[in-house]
Structure formats: structure tokens, C-alpha cells
């Protein structure tokens, strides 16, 4: 079974920094997806980014930004110059390759990120 | 912009007794989900389902829960005699499309259970 890990619980920034949220995950399969989500306080998960294992090339989303390190199963998030609105719980999650069917994502605990003015 | 919505936002039940968790889908979705968090654990898959049918489901969702999509806009989670350790975030989440190829889950904003 497939496994994600997000070993910090909680992390501060100060605006306009760049801060690193961690993720590693285990699976035997070799294609597979891997996201991170965002949940602001009392809204919904939104996702942030995604990778798809098959691509060498790390994902950029404007500010956000993954290094991907498959061989390792490390997934990390990198928000640069942070803003005060990117302050939320951040979820790593990992969904395999739908050839069997499964469309159910595999979530960490979630890291809880803080940013200060 | 289209959002997953449920209600309500908080539940509190007395243990053993029947609960309803709704959620609207986003419109045109075809897949929808329901996931849960124990305060302090991991968010964890319960069920899918499409086309009427359950189409996965983990080894949580036992013969106490049943899902169902009662008219073309509402998705339901029942769990019909509630225990302490189902207090949790009940979280629903819908997709546009077939699981044969890679498609967004959105999901709504939660709602919480408070089993006494």
C-alpha cells in the first residue's frame, strides 16, 4: 500500500521569504501522481500543484514550485516570496496511475504553515 | 467559479444515532468522492462513485456506511448508528472526469461530526 509522509507539522516563514515544506511518500508502482494541496482556515482543499512521475521536469506554478526526486520518493513544495494568503494547511497526496481504475488520493497529515508580516 | 458545497458545516450526534452528510458536486462532474480526517491523522479515502454505482471503497466504509446520489444534484453519506470514532472532517470531492485519465478531485469545505 502506498504511503505519505509529512514529517514537520508546522512551519513559520516571514512574508517574502522562501520556505520548503517536505514530503516522501513509498509505493512500489512506477507511474504515479503527486500533488499538494492547500486548505486555507475553514475553506476547501484547492490543489496547488502537480507532478506526474513519468516527467523528469519539476512543476512551477507561478510562486510554487516541486523538486521532484523519484529515486528517492522525495516531494517537496517550495513557495517563493511568500504572502500572507498562502498561510493554510498543506496536504502532499499521491494517486497511482489509473490503469487499474483507483482514483483515490493517498494524503500526508498535512503540515500547518504560518506566515508572518 | 463552481465549488463542491455540503452541509451542514457541523454535526453533533448522540452515539447510535443515524447521520446524513450532503454535498452538492460541481455540475458537470462525474465522479465524486468521500474522504475523512480524524482530528490529528491523515485524510483518508472512504469511497468513490460514478455512475451510480460505488466504484471503489477502503476498509473503513463498512456496512454502517452507504453513499447515494438521491436526484441529479445531491451526493449523500449515511452512517447509520454512529460510534465515538467516527467524530472526524467528513470532506466530499467531485471530478470531471472518467478515471481513466488524470482529473482534478475538488473538494468541498468539509463538514465536521461531533459524535457524543
Known amino acids: 500500500a502506498q504511503t505519505v509522509t509529512q514529517s514537520q507539522p508546522e512551519m513559520s516563514v516571514q512574508e517574502a521569504e522562501t520556505v520548503t515544506l517536505s514530503c516522501t511518500y513509498d509505493t512500489s508502482e512506477s507511474d504515479y501522481y503527486l500533488f499538494w494541496y492547500k486548505q486555507p482556515p475553514s475553506r476547501q482543499m484547492i490543489l496547488v500543484i502537480r507532478?506526474?512521475?513519468?516527467?523528469?521536469q519539476n512543476a512551477t506554478e507561478n510562486r510554487f514550485s516541486v523538486n521532484f526526486q523519484k529515486a528517492a520518493k522525495s516531494f517537496s513544495l517550495k513557495i517563493s516570496d511568500s504572502q500572507l494568503g498562502d498561510a493554510a494547511m498543506y496536504f502532499c497526496a499521491y494517486r497511482g496511475f489509473p490503469q487499474g481504475g483507483s482514483e483515490k488520493l493517498v494524503f500526508g497529515k498535512g503540515m500547518k504553515l504560518t506566515v508572518n508580516p | 467559479e463552481p465549488e463542491v458545497t455540503q452541509t451542514p458545516s457541523h454535526q453533533v450526534t448522540q452515539m447510535g444515532q443515524e447521520v446524513i452528510l450532503r454535498c452538492v458536486p460541481i455540475?458537470?462532474?462525474?465522479?465524486f468522492y468521500w474522504y475523512r480526517q480524524i482530528l490529528g491523522q491523515k485524510v483518508e479515502f472512504l469511497v468513490s462513485?460514478?455512475?451510480?454505482?460505488?466504484?471503489?471503497k477502503s476498509e473503513i466504509f463498512d456496512d454502517q456506511f452507504s453513499v447515494e446520489r438521491p436526484d441529479g444534484s445531491n451526493f449523500t453519506l449515511k452512517i447509520r448508528s454512529t460510534k465515538l470514532e467516527d467524530s472526524a472532517m467528513y470532506f466530499c470531492a467531485s471530478s470531471e472526469l472518467a478515471a481513466s485519465s488524470y482529473n482534478e478531485q475538488f473538494f468541498g469545505p468539509g463538514t465536521r461530526l461531533t459524535v457524543l
Open positions: 462513485f460514478y455512475n451510480n454505482e460505488i466504484s471503489e
Open positions: 455540475s458537470n462532474h462525474l465522479y
Open positions: 507532478q506526474e512521475a513519468y516527467k523528469q
